[in-house]
């Protein structure tokens, strides 16, 4: 069976455009072009992977992906024509799992697609193991949920997609590259400072809040997970 797409893109054009691309690759395409039709079709929960716009009329991008990650994870990758780092931020806090801006190469949008419904068909084959725990702190895969010491710790996804990678990877030092390719699933040169903001916004929520100290920076290099005791 194809893998269907969403396509939540008010531009006609540029809608007609992917949909002709990616049913000649063998997905089923789908199209609405405002942000409250998009988000009643998502709700569906039959969608494999959805475009969407940032700039979208009844309701913005940044809203219809916010309200879609309440009842789904299906992959989001967000289109825009705005080249703005807290435009990326704000778009993946909300959410999405990459970001493409426009005008952007069809081959390479593609690629990011098969990227991303390949991550997710792996994530839904991996049973081998609903947690991961490291002294207190626990991530559980199956409930999307992360936990110290009993008590939940919220995250956003791409949060959250960073401190699995992290813990998966416990031990070995992370470059920024690495991070970015595995965790944001593109490879955005000049703005891998991206995942200095989040690493700051785990520490935060985790290292800072509970006083303990599991991702340390190594200086030129990027992060690494350790196993650290309560200070």
Not at 80 to 92: E, R
Not at 118 to 143: C, F, H, Y
Not at 170 to 175: C, F, N, T
């Amino acid at each position: 069976m194809a893998e269907r797409i969403l396509i939540i893109e008010d531009e006609s054009k540029i809608a007609r455009f992917l949909e002709l691309e990616l049913k000649h690759e063998g997905y089923e395409v789908e199209i609405a072009y405002d942000g409250r039709s998009g988000l009643e079709r998502a709700e569906k929960n039959d969608i494999d992977l959805i475009i969407l716009d940032l700039m979208l009329p009844l309701m913005s991008g940044i809203e219809v992906c916010r309200r879609i990650r309440k009842f789904s994870d299906v992959p989001i990758i967000m289109l825009t024509a705005k080249d703005d780092i807290s435009d990326k931020v704000t778009g993946l806090d909300s959410g999405a799992d990459d970001y493409v801006t426009k005008p952007f190469a069809i081959e390479e949008l593609l690629a990011r697609i098969r990227v991303a419904l390949k991550r997710r068909a792996m994530s839904t084959r991996d049973t081998n193991s609903e947690t991961i725990t490291s002294g207190k702190l626990v991530l559980n895969k199956l409930q999307h949920k992360v936990t110290y010491d009993g008590e939940e710790v919220f995250l956003s996804k791409k949060e959250y997609d960073l401190l699995l990678y992290l813990m998966e990877n416990k031990g070995i030092v992370l470059d920024r590259e690495k991070l970015i390719e595995n965790v944001w699933g593109y490879d955005f040169i000049g703005d891998t400072n991206v995942t200095d903001v989040y690493i700051r916004y785990l520490r935060s929520k985790i290292d800072q809040k509970y006083g303990v100290s599991f991702i340390k920076t190594i200086r030129g290099v990027g992060y690494i997970f350790e196993d650290q005791a309560e200070n």
